[in-house]
């Protein structure tokens, strides 16, 4: 536990900015379509569940788990997707649901497949976002916070697989 630094995000900080997200979700999807959230494994599933029972409007849950190759520094364009959507995507309204942007890579490759299969929509919800670690153009519609360039665990996020099961957010390292 030495190399928890400091909380940067309490829960009640993060229970705040969901309720503040899920309202604005409500208020963007009126059209009576079916909404889907698709959360990219595993990183997003505990911002996943806490998003989806604070959204009211009525929408379907699917998970995905992406995983992107590439050479060197450059993208060889390709997103391996270890596990798949379990439906066509082309009736709905969809959302990302993603835990950090960082280089932004994994985001930028599920977008171009996802838009490719022709939902309704597409937006991407990040609980985090590093725009200074940025290697590829990407911006979500919504991020609940933004961070500086450190290395950061819990609420869903790892080091490891360790520390997922956290509250809050932390600086981790040393
Ligand atoms: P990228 O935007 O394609 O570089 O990759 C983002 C993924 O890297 C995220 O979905 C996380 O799984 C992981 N990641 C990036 N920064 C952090 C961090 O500070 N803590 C934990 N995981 C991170
Ligand atoms: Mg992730």
């Given at each position: 536990?030495?190399k928890?630094k400091?909380?940067?995000i ?75 959507l ?38 991407v919800v ?29 609420y ?19």
């Amino acid at each position: 536990m030495d190399k928890i630094k400091r909380i940067v995000i309490t829960k009640e900080e993060i229970d705040q900015r969901i309720k503040e997200v899920a309202k604005e979700i409500d208020q963007m999807y009126q059209d009576g379509k079916p909404v889907l959230l698709v959360s990219i494994l595993k990183g997003a599933f505990i911002f996943m569940a806490d998003l989806c029972r604070a959204i009211t409007i009525p929408c379907e849950i699917g998970f995905m788990c992406a995983k992107s190759y590439y050479e060197g520094t450059c993208s060889s364009g390709v997103v391996n997707i270890t596990m798949d959507l379990d439906r066509d995507i082309s009736g709905y309204h969809v959302i990302i649901v993603e835990d950090i942007i960082d280089t932004g890579r994994t985001l930028n490759d599920v977008v171009n497949l996802l838009k490719a299969r022709n939902p309704l929509s597409l937006k991407v919800v990040t609980l985090l976002d590093k725009p200074e670690r940025r290697l590829v153009k990407f911006d979500a519609d919504i991020a609940l916070f933004t961070i500086n360039d450190f290395f950061v665990i819990g609420y869903g996020l790892d080091c490891a697989e360790k520390y997922r099961g956290l509250p809050y957010i932390a600086e981790y390292g040393g």
